[in-house]
């Protein structure tokens, strides 16, 4: 029995000294997902810990323990509280970010409120019709439609209905209203992809521009913004979530997400092939965070946000500054459902266009590459994965063909329909594994917008 104990004590020795990277990106993403939400949204950290990192159903994460450093904005978690390293520091403007290096900011947080959501930018009025205040205006056959929990999917914690511009139903989960921040996923690629359009109206790049980075090279130089922006880089990209990849390595173990992602060899001639890849969104970040004289957290905030009313929006950064544009935004479903509103719109806002004009229509057309499922500017021309491969899944629950979408990790959509100037936005926490798809509820708010003329 001796021999037992020194034996588990020298493998917990082993492991917290030098922990497998599985375990170091359990530890990062337990740390990322508890520090945004705390700093960010307000919640407990225990319930995030046991209802965002742990309940989707990942042994490993199981088994993280949580700890919060209110005063510094940091966030430490460790297999079994002590293996994995795992830490995450909020910063006033920036949210939070992964530390893999454990490089803390030591500035304390003694202004920044820690028990709720962060202050907007400027609250919206309350009596005013939305998108400009907080008045809605909701129909009973929208209500009716929302209130249906199969169509609302499991996990569900915010939808909202935007119908010719003004919200008609919105539904919140126990414990989230209109003004939680929730995180979009890789919905976030659809809003960065906005940000290079204001770039390329100021005249800051091109769609056709190569040699995006210093030092490009073994055909790296010849990428364009028009490759990237329709994921055929031909860089080589693994995305899978379900061990140490690509991705997760990127976004839970690398400082700099974006030299990461520069330095992956091309697997194909740039504009040739489509591979759906985070890197991709995070250069197209760094691209962004590169051609601005300012900040870039000010910029997107001054040019995109700020404009559009959306108060509650971050696009948090790594290490380096640069946005994780993959993957971690944070808005209110309402704020979600402007940004969606403002695509509608082609790229306009209270009459003044803000992208260049096609600029959105060239972000729906699709990648031929993809076989039509994804469109040349970070956006999902389906709802779902395709039962049969090259068949728009969408066609079976009547949904019009000129719709696009914003889409996200754990059931994030935004349906984009033009032709029935219709938004709907759905966030929550479900799992692919739950088998939900959007579409029956897309389908049912346009029946019931028949109901509604």
Known sequence: MGALLLLVAALALVLWLKPPALLRVGANYSAKIVCSNVFLAGRDPGAVLHEDVQAPGIALLRLMHVSVDREHGLVRTGLLGFIG????????????????????DPTPLTSTPVTGPSPPIASPAPNAAWPDGAAVQTQAAFDRVLADD??????????????HGRIVAERYAQGFNASTPLLGWSMTKTVMAGVLGLLVKDGALSLDQAGLWPGASEGRERIRLADLLAMSSGLRWNEGYGAVSDVT?????RPDMAAFARSQPLAHPPGEFWLYSSGTAVILSRIAQEHTSEDIADFVRK??????GMTSAIVEQDEQGTPVGSSYMYATARDWARYAQFLLQDGTWRGADLLPAGYVSMMATPVAASRGQYGKGQTWLWGSEPVTPGVNPDTAFGIPTDTFWMSGHDGQSAAIIKSRQLVIV????????????????????????????
């Open 426 to 453: 759905r966030l929550g926490l479900t799992p692919y594994v739950t088998g939900y798809t959007p579409q029956r509820l897309v389908q049912a708010v346009i029946q019931a917008q028949a109901l509604n003329p």
């Open 150 to 163: 199969a169509l609302a999917g499991p996990g569900m914690r915010a939808i909202v209905v935007v119908d």
């Open 249 to 253: 390595s990127m976004l839970y173990l």
């Open 303 to 308: 040019r995109l946000f700020v404009p559009l």
């Open 85 to 104: 390293d795992g830490l995450a520091q909020y910063r006033s403007g920036k949210g939070c970010t992964v530390l893999p290096d454990g490089r803390i």
